[in-house]
């Protein structure tokens, strides 16, 4: 009978990394093909590295474009949630919730859909969902316990991750320290093995092209020591800016409308972010635009680029935080990235000053890994997932991890003392009730 159960094992395992990897790769590589369809429909271009934001498009049509997608998507999102199953959230499929399945399909595809139109929010959480709804799919074919149940979900949904962006480090480390909090070998082994096939099989359909280009570095592929200690700097700033956006983006989506007041609410968000687009094109979608912007500064041109960065932060944190306060359903990676490189290049016009053999494009990496790492709380998977992105060279590792570090430390403090603080305060609440 063991040898039976071991052999039974070992084949649900191996079709989990190659069956239920190899599918969830195609959902997340067609999803991409699907967001270049919605931008070429609705807006007349296709992101990309060199083109990463709509400013050849006309104004109108940014406009246009955004606020038809959210007028679209939250009558069909009022449906979903008033009238059928509500699709629950990852980490509550990851713990047993069932997931609907056209129900889920539907949600997932208008993410996809208003991202493509120009709405502020990141578009990885689309994949990570149907991910996780065929990891449920799977586990009830193989009559998976509730142990391995969770632990096939956790990998799919992070295999999600990975195929949507060509991350499997990052997917990897995103269910292990998310999802799962497992570090077992055979965790780490399931997520990684699910995560590689997944990005494999998406980059066959939708191709394997840099998400960002970071040709302002220039050919420097070992950093100085000096942006090392600029990692500390950057890593105490992001820390607290990470945290605060970690609160904000909880805020919002714990207090999205319940009933018909997304019906208004979202074509309003959407209408804010078209007129702020007129001028700033690049806080369109899901926050590529401006970590690229932010990664393609140069130190010559500091009187025009910090005004826009300035700008750009702002409004991208502020955008993004009411279009998912707004009803929509979406992602805070992209975005946190954004921020964190935008935040970044403005620390490193001043560190260049001081340090003029060090880049803005060097420091905006540093600066969009620390906040990425603060506001998930999840330092492995933020490194991880931005060195893919942009291919920087392994040696940038040091200073970057120098500053998830410390970031992730000083955010951890910060939410902590927080928790510790409100807490107090309701205690001292409830007494002076009683």
Known sequence: MRMIDGRRRKIWALATVFLLGGVVGVSSGLLGVMLSGVERLMLGYVENPLDPSPYQVVPWRRVASVVAGSVFAAFVWWLLRARTTKVPSVKKAVAGERMPAWQTTVHVLLQIFIVGAGSSVGREVAPREFGAMLGQRFSGLFHLDAKDRTMVVGCAAAAGLAGVYDAPLAGAFFAIEILLADVGIETVGMALGT?????????LIRGRDTFYGMAAMGKTVVPTWTLSLFAVLAGVVCGFAGAMFRKGSQWAEGNKPKGAGILW???????ATGVVAIWLPQIMGNGRSVAQYAFAAVAGKAG??????LALLVAKA???LGTIRAGASGGVLQPGISLGATLGALLGFAWILISPHDTITACALVGATALLAASQQAPLMAMCLVMELTRAPMAFFVPVGIGVAVSALVSK????????????????TRRSVV
Do not use: C
């Open 195 to 203: 995560s590689v096939v997944s990005a494999y099989v998406a980059s």
């Open 265 to 271: 609410m979202m074509p309003l968000a959407a209408l």
């Open 304 to 309: 025009s680029l910090i005004p826009v960065l």
């Open 318 to 320: 502020v955008l993004t």
């Open 413 to 428: 403090t910060f939410l902590d003392a927080l928790k510790h603080r409100v807490s107090s305060a309701e205690r001292k």
